[in-house]
């Protein structure tokens, strides 16, 4: 079975430090990666995704994130966090060896952008 | 381009009432569309998916069901509401395949759903 740990439910920053959030997967086979973003009562939003091409994934608004096969980590990083940043972040993990996409997510980490 | 739409927005409902939420899909055809919910400070559970017209799977019990009565409409109901059925539902859709939108999945903007 696959899953997801996302470490530390809320993450603070100050603006313009470094974003890092960090996920761990777990998977028999290998995985779809992705990473989301939910603002407040807002759906999710695909921020990158991981299918097995560059290990070093660029996302949309600044964000990028790198498959660690040996660490079994695909973590999210931007390198100088703006206030506008300030939302859920989901990691979540798929395959297509049953031919069919289901997400397995994490618990979520809240980013906290401070001025 | 393709477009979800989820509605309504937002729902108050009593206890024991019965629910009704849809979801669209536009821009493409074929689609595997999935509700998931999300209970407050916890992830998302994925409750159904459906690979095709009248092709429903469960992936937890519960006192909820899910129709699709058209390629592109995916509908959650109950028949009688519980307190623990409060949440926030969020529909969403993919498509099996190489390119940018392959393998993805795309979430509508989601309902809340307040049972009192």
């Known amino acids: 079975a696959q899953s997801v740990t996302q470490l530390g439910s809320h993450v603070s920053v100050s603006e313009g430090a470094l974003v890092l959030l960090r996920c761990n997967y777990s998977?028999?086979?290998?995985?779809?990666l992705f990473w989301y973003v939910q603002y407040p009562n807002q759906g999710l939003q695909l921020l990158l995704k991981?299918?097995?091409?560059?290990?070093l994934v660029k996302g949309i608004n600044g964000f990028e994130a790198e498959f660690k096969k040996s660490e079994t980590s695909f973590h999210l990083t931007k390198p100088s966090a703006h206030m506008s940043d300030a939302a859920e972040y989901f990691c979540?993990?798929?395959?297509?060896?049953?031919?069919?996409?289901?997400?397995?997510f994490g618990t979520g980490t809240r980013l906290l952008v401070s001025p | 381009s393709q477009t979800i739409h989820q509605w309504p927005a937002t729902l108050v409902q009593p206890v024991g009432s019965p629910l009704s939420l849809e979801c669209t899909v536009e821009g493409t055809s074929n689609p595997n569309l999935y509700w998931y919910r999300q209970a407050a400070g916890r992830g998302l559970q994925l409750l159904f998916y459906?690979?095709?017209?009248?092709?429903i799977s469960s992936e937890v019990p519960q006192n909820l069901s899910a129709s699709r009565p058209q390629d592109r409409q995916f509908i959650l109901s109950s028949k009688k509401l519980l307190l623990s059925d409060s949440g926030f539902y969020l529909c969403?859709?993919?498509?099996?395949?190489?390119?940018?939108?392959?393998?993805?999945?795309?979430f509508g903007e989601g309902s809340w759903l307040t049972v009192v």
């Open positions: 969403a859709w993919s498509v099996l395949g190489w390119g940018d939108s392959g393998n993805t999945i795309y």
């Open positions: 998977s028999s086979v290998p995985p779809y």
């Open positions: 991981y299918t097995s091409a560059a290990t």
């Open positions: 459906s690979v095709g017209i009248g092709q």
């Open positions: 979540a993990v798929s395959s297509a060896n049953t031919g069919f996409q289901k997400l397995v």
